[in-house]
């Protein structure tokens, strides 16, 4: 999960009953794999004494930075949208190497044909 990261900050108040999130995520960023996958990636804590939820920001390798309310958001599912955002880095990284251009762009009408060597299903088939 950290490999696609260059920061994480995690805040919240200790006092503050919705901190599982915040907690859970913190020991995720903590784990000897999180922390294998990307040494360099700097996480923050910030035990705050006043009344700001809890509240996790990820910081991506890209410069792109995204906050989450841990008190709604948990961290399973903030793990989730990390490694989903990572794939698409990944996959946006190997078109620029490979000099093509990105966002890939498909035509309208390109969208409609069937992919080669898949037969389309009949109609008796699908209802089965």
């Known amino acids: ?3 696609f990261l260059s920061k994480v900050k995690i805040e919240y108040n ?3 009953p919705r901190i599982a ?3 859970e995520f913190m020991a995720q960023c903590n784990s000897r794999k999180a922390r294998e996958s990307n040494p360099a990636c700097q996480v923050e ?3 705050r004494t006043d009344e700001h939820p809890p509240q996790i920001t990820v910081t991506f390798v ?3 930075e995204q906050a989450f309310d841990a008190t709604s958001t948990p961290a399973q ?3 989730t949208m990390i490694l989903e955002k990572g794939q698409t880095l990944e996959t946006e990284q190997m078109f620029r190497e490979a000099g093509e251009s990105w966002p890939v762009i ?3 009408e390109e969208l409609s044909h069937p992919a080669p ?3 389309p299903r009949k109609a008796e088939e699908k209802k089965q």
């Open 1 to 3: 999960m950290l490999k």
């Open 14 to 16: 200790a006092l503050d």
């Open 21 to 23: 999130s915040c907690m």
């Open 45 to 47: 804590v910030k035990r």
């Open 62 to 64: 890209n410069g792109v």
């Open 77 to 79: 599912s903030i793990r």
């Open 106 to 108: 498909i035509p309208k």
């Open 117 to 119: 060597g898949v037969k």
